[in-house]
């Protein structure tokens, strides 16, 4: 099982971007369906974005389409969300997630993601 620790959180003034970085801890990197959720204070964890275990496809929740990318960089065991044009909208923890080994399929919903790290905080400034 992979082993997920997120960095690059931080405060950042509306309009700013923030790179997030999620290191992985194993030699099977390259055998997980990747994503990024986030939780603001009194919501329910939401989807940002996802990736294939190759990074070939890529997919987006609707409110950061455009302004959010994500990528993974398998040889170094990586996975990247580079936020830009945040709102104060965008503040709250972010997650990065891994679906169970053998489970290469999107989805959206956390449930569907047995491994996380501990999160990292972004807070935007209006």
């Known amino acids: 099982q992979v082993q997920l620790e997120e960095s690059g959180g931080g405060m950042v003034q509306a309009g700013g971007s923030l790179r997030l970085s999620c290191a992985a801890a194993g030699r099977t990197f390259n055998r997980y369906f990747m994503g990024w959720f986030r939780q603001a204070p009194g919501k329910e964890r939401e989807f940002v974005a996802a990736?294939?275990?190759?990074?070939?496809?890529?997919y987006y929740a609707d409110s950061v389409k455009g302004r959010f990318t994500i990528a993974r960089d398998n040889a170094k065991n990586m996975m990247y969300l580079q936020m830009n044009s945040v709102g104060p909208g965008d503040t709250a923890v972010y997650y990065c997630a891994a679906r169970p080994w053998g489970y290469y399929s999107y989805s959206n919903s956390a449930s569907d993601y047995n491994t996380w790290g501990q999160g990292t905080q972004v807070t935007v400034s209006s």
């Open positions: 990736i294939t275990d190759n990074g070939g496809s890529k």
